[in-house]
């Protein structure tokens, strides 16, 4: 496939992930309130609150886990971007009334139904 070809795919498949993510979420009860929220290059995919916690959520999917567990892919330096964007968010949007945490959803589009699944508290930055 040719890169142009591959970069679309990637886009379709991970934008149909975070549908399925936010449905996921919504449906335990988080309430969204970002999507794909920006702080200069870097990105949170989902900004979400669940009762007293605000969770900064990356999602990543995959069609199989030929290449790992998807979670896997959320690096380091992935990690750190996604902190400041968070404390962008908490400077701009923050409350002390609320904790902060990152997760990460995973979704597995291989099978005949989407598999969702939530990771609390993902990473930690120190």
């Not at 919504?26 to 290059?41: S, V």
């Not at 380091?76 to 400041?84: L, P, V, W």
Request: glycine share 8%.
């Amino acid at each position: 496939m040719e890169s142009s070809k591959v970069s679309c795919y990637n886009q379709v498949v991970g934008r149909s992930g975070e549908k399925y993510a936010v449905e996921f979420l919504r449906a335990r009860g988080f309430e969204i309130l970002a999507r794909n929220y920006r702080c200069g290059k870097n990105e949170v995919d989902i900004v979400a609150q669940h009762g007293k916690v605000i969770s900064f959520i990356e999602v990543k999917t995959r069609r199989t886990s030929d290449f790992g567990h998807p979670a896997e892919a959320v690096t380091r330096s992935k990690q750190r971007e996604i902190a400041k964007v968070a404390e962008y968010y908490i400077c701009t949007k923050g409350s002390a009334d609320v904790s902060y945490r990152f997760d990460v959803v995973v979704v597995f589009l291989g099978g005949p139904q989407p598999v969702v699944e939530l990771i609390e508290d993902a990473f930690r930055i120190f």
